[in-house]
T-cell receptor, first 115, second 115 residues
């Protein structure tokens, strides 16, 4: 009964390809996030959605497009992949109503390798 | 701009030792501070969340303190065990965010507890 699940766990692809990462949470949360962890293990937020509405969009290339079909899902589509996109991508979720004091729950990450 | 620093970057201790991990942040206007644990190949597990009005939180052998005015937090681990080996990350949630609930992460302390 995984709380936040991401697929795939590993993704190896060539430059220029388009790929998607899926995320689902069964915690009843209404806010979901995508974070990127680079090679130095530094985590940085990319996007946040609340009830399917985009509320955070950090300085991320527009090749990255999040999609939230419902509040339990937040997928990440990446076009024209580049070498620098190689990283671990984490999905997370929390409760908006307790936003400022609601712990974030993370998925296990998707390790993307672009060759 | 909020910056979060964790010292040391890596720590190796013998089993049974008590230890302290440090986290500092540059902007004291925060809602809360959260400590996470990250195991290799896994996502982040929330350990403790301290609200800005609190001084400390305890969970089992873990105790986290917060000194907001000086921009510091510590995570104290009592009677360390090999199973405590992981990377420990602290993250702060800033006040004044008009949208979303952006967490700013430190780079983590990699802890190794030797049997």
């Amino acid at each position: 009964d995984t709380a936040v699940s991401q697929t795939p766990k590993y993704l190896v692809t060539q430059m220029g390809n388009d790929k998607s990462i899926k995320c689902e949470q069964n915690l009843g949360h209404d806010t979901m996030y995508w974070y990127k962890q680079d090679s130095k293990k530094f985590l940085k937020i990319m996007f946040s959605y609340n009830n399917k509405e985009l509320i955070i969009n950090e300085t991320v290339p527009n090749r990255f497009s999040p999609k939230s079909p419902d509040k339990a899902h937040l997928n990440l589509h990446i076009n024209s992949l580049e070498l620098g996109d190689s990283a671990v991508y984490f999905c997370a979720s929390s409760l908006w109503t307790a936003m400022y004091n609601s712990p974030l729950h993370f998925g296990n990450g998707t390790r993307l390798t672009v060759t | 701009k909020q910056e979060v620093t964790q010292i040391p970057a890596a720590l190796s201790v013998p089993e049974g030792e008590n230890l302290v991990l440090n986290c500092s942040f540059t902007d004291s206007a925060i809602y809360n501070l959260q400590w996470f644990r990250q195991d290799p190949g896994k996502g982040l597990t929330s350990l403790l969340l301290i609200q800005s009005s609190q001084r400390e939180q305890t969970s089992g052998r873990l105790n986290a303190s917060l000194d907001k005015s000086s921009g510091r937090s510590t995570l104290y681990i009592a009677a360390s065990q090999p199973g405590d080996s992981a990377t420990y990350l602290c993250a702060v949630r800033r006040v004044g965010e008009t949208s979303g609930s952006r967490l700013t992460f430190g780079e983590g302390t990699q802890l190794t507890v030797n049997p």
